[in-house]
């Protein structure tokens, strides 16, 4: 009786000390998500626990596939002691192959439907196809048949990622907990769509915010926030788990409270959603940033006087409150549209522009000018010694019948250098380029000459 007593006691303790059976974590009841550029995003969500005395186990599903195990954290009340005591994330999600693998060295069946015949045999490798061994010894490659598996062959394999924790926890009770993890899969661009009006002074400008989700999970109702700047992250040699108001103010305050908050933050601009959205997996989704109508622009052409080639077009705006913007503008890609004669819209270039502030410009460049041409040439070059002198010639040529057009010609020129004499005028734009302001007449030319000198130090 008393070693049956014993035995019982020793069974007693053994069940407190050890983990029950795994429990499921409540379902996510608030969800947030943070996206930076360039693959990563911060998940915080708040689950409600069923928390046991002593140590027990809990599955939580629907996290990312893509989620960092090292940068999970796990939040009770201040009046829950607990310790996290091991962690596991499965991501090896299931498919015919990974099942298959399971089965390596074991017996499977396979089904030939055409003669309604099976035959048992023994899996030996996965690898290029399947290689198997029959009853009589034999070595079958890529046997015909279908694959039958034991009843509960899929029971350990994962339908979804999956992390589960090794919890202990001083009471029992109910209490919402916070989890929060770093995640690849996650990224976000915006674009830009530019419609110019006839006489390319203006234009309306709509801007897209566009969302990635290759984590391997699906997001509902998310609070979703975009943060804007480029994020200090250490690399790693591998992926993470590989697998009439002002119009400013009516981008941020209009009659569009569902759409994004811009706000500064920290050395970043952050763009808050305010509105739940769902992001599903494998999913690109599209949301509106801002809207400005009558924006004022400026058509520019610019040609290269040192290297010569194409006359570029550029086009550019004032990113202020006084041009109808004034949002900070996130970096990525703009497209310009022009109506034809029908009215009909079409695509006449686009362009990248980086992470742009406010009251700052936006230059694009949309093109090559097909009616206007530049031809630079080097007219002479005379060391003096101490240096040297060139004499450049530049030739522009607007072949548009009624529109007289003004370009500007950057010259680079490197060292300690001045312009001793130019048929035009020019102005220093920085240590290292000469600019150059020619207005050229429809259906004419224009040309002119300079000479600068380098000296040696």
């Not at 040609?303 to 550029?314: A, I, P």
């Amino acid at each position: 009786m008393t070693h049956r007593l014993s035995i019982l006691v020793i069974i007693s303790a053994m069940l407190l000390c050890a983990p029950a059976f795994a429990k499921d974590a409540g379902d996510v009841e608030d969800l947030y998500i943070t996206i930076y550029n360039g693959d990563l995003a911060l998940v915080r969500e708040m689950r409600s626990f069923e928390l046991s005395q002593g140590r027990q186990d809990f599955i939580l599903s629907d996290v990312s596939g893509r989620l960092n195990p090292a940068t999970v954290h796990l939040a009770f009340p201040d009046s829950v002691e607990f310790e996290l005591l091991e962690q596991n994330f499965d991501y090896d999600l299931v498919s015919s192959d990974k099942m298959l693998e399971k089965f390596i060295g074991s017996d499977i069946t396979l089904v030939n439907d055409y003669d309604d015949t099976s035959m048992v045999v023994t899996l030996l490798s996965m690898s290029g196809g399947r290689v198997v061994r029959d009853r009589e010894g034999r070595i079958l490659l890529n046997p015909p048949g279908r694959v039958v598996l034991p009843q509960g062959s899929a029971d350990e394999l994962l339908l979804r990622p999956t992390l589960s924790w090794d919890l202990w926890c001083a009471a029992a009770g109910t209490h919402t907990g916070e989890i929060s993890y770093l995640s690849g899969g996650l990224d976000w661009s915006a674009d830009y769509v530019v419609m110019l009006a006839d006489d390319d002074a203006s234009a309306d400008i709509e801007g897209w915010v566009t969302l990635s989700n290759n984590s391997g999970t699906t997001f509902r109702d998310a609070h979703l926030k975009l943060v804007a700047g480029d994020v200090n992250r250490v690399r790693e040699d591998r992926r993470l788990n590989e697998m009439p108001m002002p119009a400013a103010a009516m981008m941020k305050e209009s009659a569009e409270p569902e759409g994004f908050q811009e706000e500064s933050f920290f050395e970043y601009h952050l763009y808050d959603l305010q509105r739940p959205t769902t992001i599903r997996n494998n999913q690109q989704k599209q949301i509106g940033l801002l809207t400005a109508n009558g924006v004022s622009t400026k058509k520019l052409f610019v040609f290269d006087g040192r290297y010569g080639g194409d006359v570029n077009v550029k086009m550019q705006f004032e990113n202020s409150e006084e041009n109808s913007m004034g949002m900070p503008l996130p970096k990525g890609v703009v497209r310009v549209f022009k109506a034809d004669s029908k009215g009909q819209a079409q695509f006449i270039g686009e362009d990248r522009i980086d992470h742009t502030p406010r009251d700052e410009d936006v230059r694009l460049q949309v093109g090559n000018a097909f009616d206007i041409k530049g031809e630079t040439v080097r007219k002479e070059y005379k060391d003096i010694g101490d240096g040297y002198t060139e004499v450049w010639e530049i030739t522009l040529k607007n072949h548009k019948e009624s529109e007289d057009v003004l370009i500007t010609v950057p010259f680079r020129i490197w060292g300690d250098w001045r312009i001793v004499e130019a048929t035009t005028d020019y102005t220093k734009k920085d240590a290292s380029t000469a600019e150059f302001k020619v207005l050229v007449p429809a259906d004419g030319e224009a040309r002119f000459t300079f000479q600068y000198r380098v000296d040696w130090r």
